[in-house]
């Protein structure tokens, strides 16, 4: 019986004992855990940090391009037409204008971004720094052409060419471009190019008669 219980009460410390060490390796699991959190927790707001940066600097970066927008069509657009006209269709140009605001009979103001003329053609651009909405490309052609057509005197008896110009050209919107007969062009830097060849040579063909 003596060995029995001091079998029993081996057993009990040992039970003890286990309990014990067991109950460390919980608190140092539970205080590992707590430390990963942390840590966890810094690196997220860390990481939250950083994107809220870089979406504030996109922001910035953004804010500069519209207000650099508002001369865009000045400063890139308009030196480089007259060449790409003359290199693509051999025409020179006798006049260019930039942002040409009217007023219609019913009193409300058009802005047409950019409108040269050689002889009888003229072409209306429509420039925008990202151009990837169709309805951008349906407002032009149903909107804005017709309402040059009808506002501008000069260009009465002209044969009208309409063009889209950006940074930004998506191939869908130089498609839909194409079908309509809209010249697409690409900016970047000073540099201006066609983007839809087969309006181009279109184009070329009705003007050589």
Same mark, same amino acid.
């Given at each position: 019986i003596q060995e029995m219980k001091e079998e029993n009460n081996r057993m009990i410390q040992e039970m003890k004992e286990d309990t014990r060490l067991l109950g460390?390796?919980? $608190?140092?699991?539970?205080? @590992?855990?707590?430390?990963?959190? +942390?840590?966890?927790?810094? #690196? *997220?707001?860390?990481?939250? $940090?950083? !994107? $809220?940066?870089?979406?504030? $600097? !996109?922001?910035? +970066?953004? #804010? @500069?391009? =519209?207000?650099? !927008? #508002?001369? *865009?069509t000045e400063d890139i657009v308009a030196p480089g037409f007259p060449f790409l006209i003359e290199r693509y269709f051999g025409l020179s140009l006798d006049d260019i204008s930039c942002r040409r605001k009217v007023k219609d009979k019913s009193g409300n103001r058009w802005e047409f971004d950019l409108v040269a003329r050689s002889g009888n053609i003229a072409f209306i651009v429509d420039v925008k720094s990202d151009y990837n909405r169709v309805e951008y490309l349906d407002h032009f052609t149903?909107?804005? &052409?017709?309402? =040059?057509?009808e506002l501008l005197p000069d260009l009465k008896g002209c044969k009208i060419i309409g063009c889209i110009a950006s940074?930004? &050209?998506t191939p869908s919107i130089i498609e839909r471009a194409s079908q309509m007969g809209?010249? =697409?062009?690409?900016l970047g830097g000073d540099y201006l190019e066609f983007c839809n060849q087969e309006v181009v040579e279109s184009i070329r063909e009705a003007i050589r008669g």
């Open positions: 460390e390796r919980l $608190d140092k699991t539970i205080q @590992e855990m707590k430390e990963d959190t +942390r840590i966890f927790r810094e #690196g *997220v707001k860390v990481y939250q $940090d950083r !994107m $809220d940066k870089t979406v504030q $600097d !996109m922001n910035r +970066r953004w #804010g @500069e391009l =519209a207000n650099k !927008m #508002g001369t *865009v149903q909107v804005v &052409l017709p309402k =040059a057509t940074f930004r &050209l809209i010249l =697409a062009i690409s």
